[in-house]
Nanobody, 122 residues
Framework: QVQLVESGGGLVQAGGSLRLSCAAS????????MGWFRQAPGKEREFVAA????????YYSDSVKGRFTISRDNAKNTVYLQMNSLKPEDTAVYYC???????????????WGQGTQVTVSS
């Protein structure tokens, strides 16, 4: 079992930055492949970024590549999402998730946080 708690969301103007954090407890964090997803009102949950167990490999959706950076600190059981050059279309609830294998598919993730709201004003 893994418990995930996101923080760091908020309201920011277009062009601004936010850093999301996801604190994990329970199952050994370093054994987990971690992902960030988001869901806007009326839309399906979509992949944003993912990071391998060691942090050596990262993956991004085309819509955030070059603007967002995912990282992890296994000593602190925490994964981060640094979001720069934010756009109004980035507005969504952001979720972190954990799974054992390497995947960016929403349905392959076993554990989810409660989500944190990110709102980008124009």
């Amino acid at each position: 079992q893994v418990q995930l708690v996101e923080s760091g969301g908020g309201l920011v103007q277009a062009g601004g930055s936010l850093r999301l954090s996801c604190a994990a407890s329970g199952r050994t964090f370093s054994n987990s492949f971690m992902g960030w997803f988001r869901q806007a009102p009326g839309k399906e949950r979509e992949f944003v970024a993912a990071i391998s167990h060691s942090g050596g490999s990262t993956y991004y959706s085309d819509s955030v590549k070059g603007r967002f950076t995912i990282s992890r600190d296994n000593a602190k059981n925490t994964v981060y999402l640094q979001m720069n050059s934010l756009k109004p279309e980035d507005t969504a609830v952001y979720y972190c998730a954990a799974t054992a294998g390497a995947t960016i598919r929403v349905n392959d993730y076993d554990y989810w946080g409660q989500g944190t709201q990110v709102t980008v004003s124009s």
